[in-house]
T-cell receptor, first 111, second 114 residues
Framework: GDSVTQMEGPVTLSEEAFLTINCTYTATGYPSLFWYVQYPGEGLQLLLKATKADDKGSNKGFEATYRKETTSFHLEKGSVQVSDSAVYFCALRVINNDMRFGAGTRLTVKP | DTAVSQTPKYLVTQMGNDKSIKCEQNLGHDTMYWYKQDSKKFLKIMFSYNNKELIINETVPNRFSPKSPDKAHLNLHINSLELGDSAVYFC?????????????FGEGSRLTVL
C-alpha cells in the first residue's frame, strides 16, 4: 500500500544551522506530496506541497522538491530558528484515498 | 473564523464510559476525516466521509462510531472507553476525495482515559 518513510528524530540543531529531513515514499498511483508542521499543543498545518515530478514546494524558508526517480521529497531549510522547533510530517495522497503520513520528526532548535 | 473546529479540546474520563467529540468545518468541503495520534505522534486514519457517506473505515474497534449529519459535520462517538483509547483525535477536511489536495486539520481533542 501507499506509505511514507521519514528520518527518525529527534533532531537537535543550533540556530542558523542547515536542516534536512529525509522523506521517501511508496505509492501505487501518482501522489501529491506534502510537508506538515505541528507546533506543541496544536493541530497540523500545511507547510508546503508539490503535485507533480520536479515541482518545488516552498514556504517560510523551507523547501522540498518532488523527485520521482528517487521517490523522495526531502525537506530543507538553510538557516533554522528557535521558532522552527516542532514536529514535521511528510505525507502523500493519491486520488480517491486518504492522506498517509510518515512517523514525524521532532526538531529542536537551540539558541 | 476557525476553518475546522472540534470540541471538546480536552476530555478526561473513566474506563467504561461513553464520550463524543464533535467536528465542524466551514470551508464548504465535501470530505471529512478522523485521525488518531498516539503518544509517539504517529497519525493513523480512522474514518473518512464524503458528502455524508462513509468511504474509508480502517480497522477500528466497533466501539468507535462516526456520524455525519451533514457534510459540514463529522462526530465521533466512543463506547466503553478503554485505557488504550487515550490519544489525541484530529478531525480534518478536504475539498473532495477525487482531488489529491491538502487536508485542513482541527486543533485536536486530547482524550485521557483513567
Amino acid at each position: 500500500g501507499d506509505s511514507v518513510t521519514q528520518m527518525e528524530g529527534p533532531v537537535t540543531l543550533s540556530e542558523e544551522a542547515f536542516l534536512t529531513i529525509n522523506c521517501t515514499y511508496t505509492a501505487t498511483g501518482y501522489p501529491s506530496l506534502f510537508w506538515y508542521v505541528q507546533y506543541p499543543g496544536e493541530g497540523l498545518q500545511l507547510l508546503l506541497k508539490a503535485t507533480k515530478a520536479d515541482d518545488k514546494g516552498s514556504n517560510k524558508g523551507f523547501e522540498a522538491t518532488y523527485r520521482k526517480e528517487t521517490t523522495s521529497f526531502h525537506l530543507e531549510k538553510g538557516s533554522v530558528q528557535v521558532s522552527d522547533s516542532a514536529v514535521y510530517f511528510c505525507a502523500l495522497r493519491v486520488i480517491n484515498n486518504d492522506m498517509r503520513f510518515g512517523a514525524g520528526t521532532r526538531l529542536t532548535v537551540k539558541p | 473564523d476557525t476553518a475546522v473546529s472540534q470540541t471538546p479540546k480536552y476530555l478526561v474520563t473513566q474506563m467504561g464510559n461513553d464520550k463524543s467529540i464533535k467536528c465542524e468545518q466551514n470551508l464548504g468541503h465535501d470530505t471529512m476525516y478522523w485521525y488518531k495520534q498516539d503518544s509517539k505522534k504517529f497519525l493513523k486514519i480512522m474514518f473518512s466521509y464524503n458528502n455524508k457517506e462513509l468511504i474509508i473505515n480502517e480497522t477500528v474497534p466497533n466501539r468507535f462510531s462516526p456520524k455525519s449529519p451533514d457534510k459540514a459535520h463529522l462526530n465521533l462517538h466512543i463506547n466503553s472507553l478503554e485505557l488504550g483509547d487515550s490519544a489525541v483525535y484530529f478531525c480534518a477536511s478536504s475539498s473532495n476525495i477525487q482531488v489529491a489536495g491538502e487536508l485542513f486539520f482541527g486543533e485536536g481533542s486530547r482524550l485521557t482515559v483513567l
